[in-house]
């Protein structure tokens, strides 16, 4: 069995041997040398004065690099602190990725989410093609406002399988006053915001995705 070393044996380990904890010359060990250096100089062959200055200029700009290191510092932390108070306060509006696209691999179910700011009466989702183009139209009955799942079998109006590749959801619906509204495939509310590894992802429909990707933050649709 194994046992761990603890209590007396410990004083009995070698000390390690003392190192320089920076491995650096800071600027207050820089200006000590600079003033053992006159200390003990040869009186009757003083430092040249050009040299002493050379090294006083060298200490300023040590010292002023440091300083601007540690300000370029303190507005990265600041600037980081902005960014994820910006990303929070981004929760409750709408993000637009700027796309979409669905994906139908050729075979199996294309599966997508949708979007209605308002109860939906009726209408109808589009499934359109890189042309633009109407391939099947899925007839929507009513919906509760809030992101709601649809499934797409692939199929065109005539009963056909299209092509694996990208197409294009979209559908126009009429909400409970009459009133004719339209919503897409990759406009949604943002949930919530997540941080991994100071990296922002935000919460739409029912995945994360990274905060860059999002094209345009809106306030809400009416």
Do not use: C
Request: proline fraction near 4%; aromatic fraction near 8%.
């Amino acid at each position: 069995m194994a046992i761990n070393s603890v209590g007396n044996n410990a004083a009995t380990a070698p000390s390690s041997p003392a190192v320089n904890p920076k491995g650096i010359l800071g600027k207050d060990d820089f200006l000590k040398l600079l003033l053992l250096q006159l200390k003990y100089q040869d009186p009757t062959s003083p430092m040249d004065s050009e040299k002493i200055l050379t090294q006083t200029a060298q200490l300023a700009s040590l010292e002023s690099s440091e300083n601007t290191n540690k300000s370029l510092a303190t507005l990265a932390t600041s600037l980081a602190a902005s960014m994820q108070f910006s990303t929070i306060s981004a929760i409750g509006k709408i993000a637009d990725t700027g796309s979409n696209a669905v994906v139908f691999e050729g075979n199996g179910l294309s599966n997508f989410e949708l979007y209605f700011p308002h109860n939906a009466r009726n209408g109808s989702i589009n499934i359109v093609d890189l042309n633009g183009d109407i391939l099947k139209t899925i007839p929507l009955e009513s919906q509760v406002a809030g992101v709601n799942k649809f499934t797409w079998n692939g199929s065109d109006n005539d009963g056909n399988t299209v092509k694996a590749g990208i197409y294009y959801v979209e559908a126009n619906y009429t909400d409970m006053e009459g009133e004719s509204r339209y919503t897409r495939v990759g406009t949604y509310p943002i949930e919530s915001v997540r941080f991994d590894n100071g990296k922002a992802s935000v919460k739409i429909g029912s995945n994360y995705v990274p905060f860059e990707s999002i094209k345009e933050i809106v306030g809400g649709w009416s």
